[in-house]
């Protein structure tokens, strides 16, 4: 059993920077892999970032790329994103999922590969 635990959304400026904590309990992060969703009103949820227990290189959603950052802190059992230049278009409820299962990162993509969510924690990005 994973729990996952996520904090640092809040309001911010377009061009200002957040940094997402996903604080995870019940097994080592680098055991599995971590996914960053988002929801925005009226939007489908969209991986915006994966980060593997593998050496495989993170991946990022095209419209995000050069921005964020995902990465791991095994010490701390904890998943960050790093969200730098964000936009308006940025705001939505993110979620982290952790997958204990292989996959290719296309198959990480999909939400349902994930049994175990976060809560989520808002992002409000004003222009």
């Known amino acids: 059993q994973v729990q996952l635990v996520e904090s640092g959304g809040g309001l911010v400026q377009a061009g200002g920077s957040l940094r997402l904590s996903c604080a995870a309990s019940?097994?080592?992060?680098?055991?599995?892999?971590v996914g960053w969703f988002r929801q925005a009103p009226g939007k489908e949820q969209e991986c915006v970032a994966i980060i593997t227990g593998s050496s495989s290189p993170p991946y990022y959603e095209d419209s995000v790329k050069g921005r964020f950052t995902i990465s791991r802190d095994d010490a701390r059992n904890t998943v960050y994103l790093q969200m730098n230049s964000l936009k308006p278009e940025d705001t939505a409820v993110y979620y982290c999922?952790?997958?204990?299962?292989?996959?290719?990162?296309?198959?990480?993509?999909?939400?349902?590969?994930?049994?175990?969510w976060g809560r989520g924690t808002q992002v409000t990005v004003s222009s």
């Open positions: 999922a952790a997958s204990t299962t292989y996959y290719t990162i296309p198959t990480y993509r999909r939400e349902d590969v994930y049994p175990y």
């Open positions: 019940g097994r080592t992060v680098s055991d599995y892999a």
